[in-house]
């Protein structure tokens, strides 16, 4: 093979390609072509049965929205609430009338039923009845006991048969039922509304579905598996095993399925809605629908062999065009095919010899540009020194920032603070304070190697840098350490003529002690004031080389649990107080050592009842000294108990007493100025101006006081004034509805009617009558 050329061999190869695909690809596409055809037909029969379930969906929701206005209509309202008998004709014929608009729409209703049970009265197309005299008395009053609110199921016509459908119900035996329990609201439902569809007037959206297969139908199901539809009529209302649908493979919204129905084998598409459950399901052969594959193979061979022919081809003249780039490069690199072979190399070998040749110049400049990470990393590391950062994050967002080396190789830590001792008898002043601080910290980084510190933070006026060392020598790191900050303040001084103290913490080995090593840093540079200023200070020369002490206060959850108590949370103060304590104890201290941190938080919490106004008195009646009777305990039971019950539980009841106060107090406010002002466009943004409040939040304090909006209860006071104009004078009623803030004496007579169920005029000839 090697002494052919690239050419031949791409050549050859080609011939190779051409032959074994046109070999796979005619006996797989004879194999796949039953399963291919079946499948589009699967997903034609699919398209299909969403269409119809699209059809189907918009009748029944027409019905269950026009159904919705009667229940919510003011005559079935008050209907409900009447024991409705021969006399009643006009609520009657106004219920009817309600009734027969609803059946007006193109929803195939064939009738609409409505049953008030305790007052003991059907109405349907036919008539008003004694419901308990109905002949299927029991059937109907099973459903209002079904708890089903709003809900389609399927129910023998004869339920509903009278002379008016006596055709219908022998045609088709079955409806389907729209069935909502009355009244809308409340808890005691007694009464029923069925908006009737018999299953054949949808029986014309399954003729779609028809094909010339006898097998090929379309079926729906209801959500319990019991047939709606099918064009046999007869398995109307039974299981779908009854046509040999298998009901434990409709798994899922939508899929196929293959089964045996009278013998032959058909392919099921389903869907399921999602309005109601129901599956829509088309049924069709597999014979009918694979008959056309023994014809797809012939052609198949045919197109085989013709492709076999022509891929040849292209083998032969794409090989050549593929081949003429690589002819391009050899020429311009000065190689010739003839001499390659006799180094017993091919061409890809000779142009990649070259290429490496190009590229050991090192031409390649690598640069990422990351925005913002400065910015970012001084922010981490600044948390980080105040001990806001949690430990097991540190080592993660070091990575990040870059410093995994640091992470790896220093054995030895510690954390030098730098500041500027003064700037009186200096050429700067304090306006310059910032602009030097940026200087120094430039100076440190250039004076510092980069792997032997982290990046310099400036924090309340002083500069903090965490230096590192592989140094396990604490005798060595120290002489180092000493080198750095003399170097640093000789340099300062130099260049920028300024004195400036530094504080060295303790050595530590781990970066969970930088909050503790930053407070060293910081303490030491507090002894100036004793020793002077311009001086390096280690912070081990004054605390006989002992760590400074780290309490761990958990002081974010020490401010939940305040804002808790003032919130007067019982639950969730007693949750975080168990929280605090837990953070306390599990710190290794002494018992001594833990006192401290809940002397604290007794200390603060006495702070913020005095702030709130709230004496001791009211929380600790006895005489005695909390402080004495918190450090006299001694087990976490005994301490977590005192805290509730002497100093918290005490405190939550004071808050929320005074929070139910208040809010009565502000309720009462905003009634007052609605009674003030109920004639003017008031509004809840006015009321909290002139209460100096927050809208959102008189909204949420009047509503828990009231059990209504504001908006509802204005609406109220108006309505109820109106009535008392229409009672006690003779005021025109164009009059009352403009003084009540309406657009037009039509809006507010709806309004008015649709509240008392009587127009205005007819309310005040009921009053006067």
Not at 187 to 204: F, H, R, V, W
Request: proline content about 2%.
């Amino acid at each position: 093979m090697r002494s052919l050329s690239f050419l031949s061999k791409m050549t050859l190869f080609g011939f190779l390609l051409s032959t074994l695909p046109v070999i796979f690809i005619g006996a797989f596409s004879y194999a796949t072509s039953s399963n291919e055809i079946q499948k589009n037909v699967n997903d034609g029969k699919l398209q299909l049965i969403m269409q119809i379930n699209s059809n189907v969906e918009q009748k029944l929701t027409t019905v269950n929205h026009t159904l919705n206005q009667v229940i919510q209509s003011t005559v079935l309202k008050k209907a409900m609430n009447l024991k409705l008998s021969a006399t009643d004709f006009m609520t009657y014929n106004d219920l009817r009338n309600e009734i027969r608009y609803m059946q007006s729409f193109d929803t195939k209703l064939e009738d609409v039923v409505v049953i008030n049970e305790r007052h003991n009265w059907m109405i349907k197309n036919s008539g008003l009845y004694d419901f308990d005299q109905y002949a299927y008395y029991d059937e109907l009053k099973a459903l209002l006991g079904t708890g089903q609110g709003n809900s389609w199921v399927l129910t023998p016509s004869e339920w509903f048969y009278s002379e008016e459908n006596a055709r219908s119900s022998v045609e088709c035996p079955y409806s389907i039922s729209l069935i909502k329990l009355l009244p809308s609201t409340g808890l005691e439902k007694y009464g029923l509304a069925l908006a009737n569809i018999p299953t054949c007037s949808l029986q014309d959206l399954l003729e779609t579905g028809k094909t010339e297969d006898p097998y090929a139908n379309i079926i729906i199901l209801d959500e319990n598996n019991r047939i709606l539809l099918h064009h046999d009529s007869e398995l109307i209302g039974k299981a779908a095993s009854a046509a040999g649908i298998p009901a434990e493979d409709l798994i899922g919204g939508s899929g196929q399925f293959e089964t045996a129905i009278s013998g032959a084998r058909q392919s099921v598409s389903y869907y399921r809605s999602e309005l109601n459950g129901w599956q829509y399901l088309s049924v069709t052969s597999i014979s009918s629908m694979t008959k056309e594959s023994g014809k797809i193979g012939m052609y198949t061979v045919y197109i085989c062999v013709l492709m076999l022919l022509l891929s040849m081809l292209l083998a032969w003249l794409g090989s050549r065009r593929m081949y003429s780039p690589i002819q391009l490069l050899l020429t311009q690199i000065g190689e010739r095919a003839a001499d390659i072979r006799k180094r017993h190399k091919n061409e890809f070998q000779a142009i990649g010899d070259r290429v490496h040749t190009l590229f050991q110049s090192k031409s390649m400049l690598e640069k990422e540009v990351q925005q913002h990470i400065h910015q970012v990393r001084t922010f981490f590391l600044m948390r980080a020194l105040q001990g806001n950062v949690r430990v097991s994050e540190i080592p993660d967002k070091l990575k990040q920032f870059g410093y995994s080396d640091h992470l790896q190789n220093w054995k030895t830590i510690s954390v030098i603070t730098l500041q500027i001792d003064f700037l009186e008898d200096t050429r700067y002043s304090k306006e310059d304070t910032e602009l030097l601080f940026f200087a120094i910290q430039n100076m440190l980084e250039e004076l510092i190697p980069r792997g032997s510190r982290l990046a310099p933070v400036v924090m309340d006026g002083t500069i903090v840098t965490v230096i590192g060392s592989a140094e396990q020598d604490l005798s060595g790191f120290h002489q180092e350490l000493n080198g750095l900050t003399e170097k640093l303040q000789s340099e300062i001084a130099h260049y920028l003529h300024l004195q400036v103290s530094i504080g060295v913490s303790l050595p530590f080995s781990s970066f969970d002690q930088l909050a503790g090593a930053y407070r060293e840093g910081r303490e030491a540079l507090k002894q100036r004031m004793k020793l002077g200023d311009g001086i390096i200070i280690q912070y081990e020369k004054h605390s006989e080389g002992k760590h400074y002490l780290n309490l761990s206060y958990p002081g974010y959850i020490e401010n939940e649990l305040g804002d808790a108590i003032k919130l007067g949370e019982k639950e969730a103060s007693k949750e975080l107080l168990g929280q605090f304590l837990q953070a306390v104890f599990a710190a290794e201290l002494t018992p001594q050592e833990y006192q401290i941190p809940l002397a604290r938080l007794l200390n603060n919490l006495l702070v913020m009842m005095q702030e709130s106004g709230v004496s001791l008195s009211q929380v600790h009646p006895m005489k005695g000294s909390l402080l004495e009777e918190l450090l006299s305990l001694h087990t976490y039971t005994e301490i977590e108990d005192w805290f509730w019950s002497c100093v918290i539980h005490p405190l939550i009841k004071i808050f929320k007493d005074r929070q139910e106060a208040q809010y009565h107090n502000i309720s009462e406010k905003i009634i007052d100025l609605v009674q003030q002002h109920y004639e003017t466009d008031l509004t809840m943004e006015e009321c909290a101006a002139k209460l100096h409040y927050n809208a959102n939040y008189l909204s949420s304090v009047f509503r828990k006081e009231t059990n209504h909006s504001f908006s509802e209860y204005l609406s109220m006071y108006r309505f109820k004034m109106a009535k008392k104009w229409l009672a006690e004078s003779d005021m025109p009623i164009k009059d009352i509805a403009a003084r009540l803030r309406y657009n037009n004496s039509q809006n507010f007579i709806r309004s008015f009617r649709k509240q008392e169920g009587l127009t205005p005029g007819q309310y005040r000839g009921k009053k006067r009558a």
